[in-house]
């Protein structure tokens, strides 16, 4: 009932009901209106990089596989056999042309068609409507931005263009600060934390305001200083379709933070040739204190180069999978500082991770407290914050205190949530 989601969520107000963090039936409708609707990043270009490399990873609760064809196209298809069901790659990631399933042996392409099975003459002889060609996977539609690959499961969803809009513009800082584009630093970290998927997502999509605060100790520790208020008033967040990124444009605030100089020497050198290429204001951009979410469960922070998804395992279950994003021209050198520095602060060992996973746990399961549940939470900071910019693209708002990207992201929670579905 849409009306009574509205009330779930009051964004005049500000006010939130914890209910949305816990909720077994709101989950449930998250997986079928949300992750089944909308696109999901599911891989860099770079993890697949040669014909037959594939991974495996999930879009919402489903499995899927990511894969390179000899023709050097990406197909994602469910990690599920159409015989029984069975998962038909029980690898993570690697490099094959066929995948055959353990349990009887049908034997699938990287596009997912049926190839073989073992006795099909069988087949043929005694099941008149046996048909190879429609026993492929189900396959999901896929498009890619500038290295990375979204995926969705809905044929009627407007192209990736529609979905990311102006948000094109911000990713370019981070994509294509460089004209040899970006890639993954080998290796992904896959951990598991007991909190619901929104908090991680609209923390990295607005919430600078516990930066100060929660994160205040470790960069005591790490860097003999605290985390300073930065100017609140050259600070933005500016928000697309329910995409959030809120900034400073001290240009190697988030790059100091990995506690590696050369990398903060190899921005700051690199500054004119980036000005070039986006302008001076997004050139400001590249390294500076900011956090980001791509709706509805993709973050990363600009120069400290983490890259994140934040997958849904039950109301109160995360998988969270990181990779470290680098310039691909990027010497070894300062591509080994960039591992170094971001498993030294987000990483499940990092100190900032485990800084804020502690709260989202904490949260999430306070939320639940069925006195506690009926108390409404505060999302009211900045509510008159907008601001007309010349050069900044999508809904802008001054100051980064500021709880206008995590309505925005709720917003377009709110507006899926609602869709009419079969
Ligand atoms: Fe895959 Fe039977 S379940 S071959
Ligand atoms: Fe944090």
Redo the contacts with the bound molecule.
């Keep these: 009932d849409p009306a009574a989601l509205r009330r779930l969520v009051d964004l005049d107000k500000g006010r939130i009901d914890r209910r949305v963090y816990w909720d077994e039936t709101i989950y449930r409708m998250e997986l079928e209106r949300i992750f089944a609707r909308t696109w999901l990043f599911v891989a860099h270009e770079s993890q697949v990089a040669k014909p037959d490399d594939f991974l495996t990873t999930y879009m919402g609760e489903d499995g899927v596989i990511v894969a390179r064809g000899q023709d050097g196209r990406i197909s994602v298809f469910l990690n599920s056999?159409t015989?029984?069901?069975?998962k038909?790659s029980l690898a993570e990631v690697g490099n094959r042309r066929r995948f055959t399933?353990n349990?009887?042996?049908?034997t699938f392409d990287t596009q997912g068609a049926l190839v073989g099975l073992p006795h099909e003459d069988i087949y043929k002889a005694t099941c008149p409507d046996f048909d190879k060609a429609a026993l492929g996977i189900h396959r999901a539609r896929v498009e890619s931005y500038k290295g990375l690959v979204f995926a969705t499961f809905n044929d009627e969803a407007p192209g990736l263009e529609q979905f990311l809009g102006d948000y094109r513009w911000y990713l370019d800082v981070l994509l294509d600060n460089d004209e040899g584009g970006t890639e993954f630093l080998p290796g992904n970290i896959k951990s598991r934390m007991q909190c619901n998927w929104k908090f991680p997502a609209e923390n990295f999509a607005g919430d600078s305001y516990h930066a100060a605060w929660t994160h205040n100790s470790g960069a005591m520790a790490m860097l003999g200083t605290g985390v300073g208020k930065s100017n609140q008033e050259r600070s933005y967040q500016v928000n697309v379709n329910g995409h959030g990124w809120q900034f400073g444009l001290d240009m190697v605030g988030n790059a100091m933070v990995l506690g590696e100089p050369e990398i903060v020497q190899y921005l700051r050198e690199r500054e004119a040739r980036v000005a070039e290429r986006l302008g001076k204001l997004r050139s400001r951009m590249v390294g500076a204190i900011s956090s980001a979410n791509l709706f509805p469960h993709t973050s990363f922070l600009p120069g400290q180069n983490t890259f994140r998804t934040w997958h849904p395992k039950g109301p109160s279950a995360i998988e969270l999978h990181t990779w470290v994003l680098v310039n691909k021209s990027a010497p070894q050198s300062i591509k080994d500082k960039y591992m170094k520095g971001v498993m030294r602060t987000f990483s499940p060992s990092g100190t900032l991770e485990m800084d804020d996973g502690d709260n989202w746990e904490n949260a999430t399961q306070t939320n639940q407290g069925v006195v506690t549940r009926a108390q409404k939470l505060h999302y009211g900071l900045g509510m008159d914050s907008a601001i007309a910019h010349e050069e900044l693209k999508g809904a802008v708002h001054l100051r980064k205190y500021n709880d206008t990207n995590q309505r925005a992201f709720f917003r377009r929670w709110l507006d899926l949530m609602c869709q009419e579905i079969d």
């Design positions: 056999c015989h029984r069901g069975n038909i399933c349990y009887h042996g049908w």
